[in-house]
């Protein structure tokens, strides 16, 4: 029971990246942000994942270039990508935005290892993509046609795609003997890092240090409950219930981080949030549901 409890709030975990970011990115530089972050999460994880670490030394130095890829990828793409973003468009169209992930994942998979992609996942693809231009053009042809769209918008795509090439690359072989918990602390790191020289220079033209207690606030509830967090409840999950179970519980990522987004930044919802919603989380679930595990559970 405990494992689904922590599933159903892993959604909430994850979405509340979006929310402290909005509120944080307004008084921090994205890539200090990003910093802060990824080294309060890397401080929070390491004492559980150093024996992980220290045991798979050899392996994660002979795969150093593929682990700073997808460091490169989940941390300066999706994470200051994401807080770049979140200084032009609202936490609502990039929730919904970045839900398109899972088909996005399949794409990657098609170009990067040759996987063969089905005629139901085909249409999820293009139901998501459609949910994905609808909401970027915020229901209107017109600005459609004059790809008149707003950074920020483009930004989230450019970190959903990003998210897909490292969730690809992950994948990989050669880093299967690496532990969860280890890869996480270790890409925790590398980010980090990755992200001092462009701290440096936000540092030149902008307050490095937050100054008020809800920056700090944010800060910590970016590095502790949106990554630590979220990251320990929805592994456990996959461990008590299995993948296949605990990737069913991330189809309430885009109702819960709306809500979040109207609820905590009063944002508005407007009719096509709803279409660009109804659209994705249709392409996303035709084209990822394990409908086969059900049909073979009825039989």
Known sequence: MLAYWLLLFSPVFFSSNFIFGSVAVKNVEPFTLTLFRWAIAFGLIIPFAWSGIWSQRALLSAQWKL???????????????????????????????????????????????????????????????????????????????????????????????????????????????VSTISMFAIVALIGSLMMIPFTIYEASYADFWPKQMSQWYSLFGLGFISSVLAFTCYQYGIKILGPATAGIFMYLLPPVGVLLAVTFLGESFLPFHMMGLVLVMSGVILATLPFERFVRSST
């Open 67 to 177: 682990i700073a890829t997808n460091a490169f990828l989940s941390i300066g793409i999706c994470g200051a990508g994401v807080y770049f973003a979140l200084k032009y468009t609202s936490a609502t169209n990039g929730t919904l935005i970045y839900t398109s992930s899972p088909v996005l994942i399949l794409l990657m998979e098609r170009i990067f290892r040759g996987r063969l992609i089905s005629w139901r996942e085909i249409a999820g693809i293009i139901l998501a993509v459609s949910g994905i231009l609808y909401i970027i053009a915020k229901g209107s042809l017109e600005q459609l046609l004059a790809l008149d769209f707003n950074d920020g918008d483009l930004l989230f795509v450019m970190a959903a795609l990003g998210w897909a090439i490292y969730s690809v690359l992950s994948k990989k072989r050669a880093l299967q003997p």
